[in-house]
């Protein structure tokens, strides 16, 4: 099974701010990495795809990086409905689809 | 635009069993495969299951594998998953997603309580 970590697990920032969330993957999973963000008492959103594709209606200010293990999410500026968490999930090898544990960006 | 409403969360006692369903519109349901998500309160998100578009295929999380079936009626467009010997580790969010891959579309979710 892959494990996913995300880092850190707790983003503090300001609104305008550049935000840059890690996740590391146990094995090789290609480019087949998505990233989505949940706002509370919200379903999660799917932001990126395969890595470094942003979903239908995403701004441009989210961006992913990567391949193999080791994957970003930029955010190029914080406005202020992008304070969420935020998690990493692969469809490498499955079954399971394995979620990353998550990165909560908060306001500073 | 794609709709998914989950209903049949509810209480029950560690051991009951319970069943949710997913109401799916604005999609040609019967050519998607479709997933069981949940949440715990306060946690991350847990993937449970997945089921191929015909429904011949099944795939399940270790933690729910031998107690969850999941199922579905593409002539209602509905998915469903039968929840046996639930566990207070069971109390979560569960959402259904449609996936081409990945979750492009969710649901709200419906709240499944496991408590004595």
């Known amino acids: 099974e892959i494990v996913l970590t995300q880092s850190p697990a707790t983003l503090s920032l300001s609104p305008g701010d550049r935000a840059t969330l890690s996740c590391r993957a146990s094995?090789?999973?290609?480019?087949?990495l998505a990233w989505y963000q949940q706002k509370p008492g919200q379903a999660p959103r799917l932001l990126i795809y395969?890595?470094?594709n942003r979903a239908t209606g995403i701004p441009a200010r989210f961006s992913g990086s990567g391949s193999g293990t080791d994957f970003t999410l930029t955010i190029s500026s914080l406005e202020p409905e992008d304070f969420a968490i935020y998690y990493c999930?692969?469809?490498?090898?499955?079954?399971?689809?394995?979620f990353g544990p998550g990165t909560k960006v908060d306001i500073k | 635009q794609v709709h998914l409403v989950e209903s049949g969360g509810g209480v029950v006692q560690p051991g009951e069993s319970l069943r949710l369903s997913c109401a799916a519109s604005?999609?040609?349901?019967?050519?998607?495969?479709m997933h069981w998500v949940r949440q715990a309160p306060g946690q991350g998100l847990e993937w449970v299951a997945f089921?191929?578009?015909?429904?011949?295929?099944?795939y399940y999380a270790d933690s729910v594998k031998g107690r969850f079936t999941i199922s579905r009626d593409n002539s209602r467009n509905t998915l469903y998953v039968e929840m046996n010997s639930l566990r207070v580790e069971d109390t979560a969010l569960y959402y259904c997603?449609?996936?081409?891959?990945?979750?492009?579309?969710w649901g709200q979710g419906t709240l499944v309580t496991v408590s004595s």
């Open positions: 997603a449609k996936a081409v891959g990945y979750f492009n579309y």
């Open positions: 395969d890595a470094s």
């Open positions: 604005g999609f040609t349901f019967s050519t998607y495969g």
């Open positions: 089921i191929e578009s015909n429904g011949n295929d099944k």
């Open positions: 094995q090789s999973v290609s480019s087949y």
């Open positions: 999930q692969h469809r490498s090898n499955w079954p399971p689809f394995t």
